[in-house]
T-cell receptor, first 112, second 113 residues
């Protein structure tokens, strides 16, 4: 039973438009949510995070929104660039419980 | 340069032949972890370590062992590899604090025939 779900395996977006990647979770006790980006033949790299006590966090072109009542978060990339083409993983953790749970990932293609 | 290194990057082996994948970090992180990445399943945590001599099972620990004798090193051991352990493996270390922001190694592609 997957606790963190990313229901879209892939997404294609035109350069300059908004990319929206979605993530759903089942455990309401998660304290933090993180997004990682992964290019082929490389390890994932941290992108942005959000605490469960917030509903929005922004870093440049990247914004993460958290809807706790729906157990849903989304990553917005505006404007999308070809270099954003990668696999994006959503991750969740409960700080008193040391495991980190990752979703299956969404492959984003930004078309020039 | 802050980094996590893994060796080897690629490994092809046969069923039952013991192997070790090494992992080392130079950031003095206490928390380290191993993951495997499989299509459609994302990253699944195998083992993690909160500090030297402290290790615990993740979600898929069967068939794996780890040790943490020094803070910088966290090797992954497959005592008797099987074909279902063919996967892409990542080691990671994490910053202190509740977010556990992780730094990942470049990955080890393991094939067990």
């Amino acid at each position: 039973d997957q606790q963190v779900k990313q229901n879209s395996p892939s997404l294609s977006v035109q350069e300059g438009r908004i990319s929206i990647l979605n993530c759903d979770y089942t455990n309401s006790m998660f304290d933090y949510f993180l997004w990682y980006k992964k290019y082929p033949a490389e390890g994932p790299t941290f992108l942005i995070s959000i605490s469960s006590i917030k509903d929005k966090n922004e870093d440049g072109r990247f914004t993460v929104f958290l809807n706790k009542s729906a157990k849903h978060l989304s990553l917005h990339i505006v404007p999308s660039q070809p270099g954003d083409s990668a696999v994006y993983f959503c991750a969740a953790l409960k700080t008193s419980y040391d495991k980190v749970i990752f979703g299956p990932g969404t492959s984003l293609s930004v078309i020039p | 340069e802050a980094q996590v290194t893994q060796n080897p990057r690629y490994l092809i082996t046969v069923t039952g032949k013991k192997l070790t994948v090494t992992c080392s970090q130079n950031m003095n992180h206490e928390y380290m972890s191993w993951y495997r990445q499989d299509p459609g399943l994302g990253l699944r945590q195998i083992y993690y370590s909160m500090n030297v001599e402290v290790t615990d099972k993740g979600d898929v620990p069967e068939g794996y062992k780890v040790s943490r004798k020094e803070k910088r090193n966290f090797p992954l051991i497959l005592e008797s590899p099987s074909p279902n352990q063919t996967s892409l493996y990542f080691c990671a270390s994490a910053t202190p604090g509740p977010q556990r922001r992780q730094y990942f190694g470049p990955g080890t592609r393991l094939t067990v025939t």
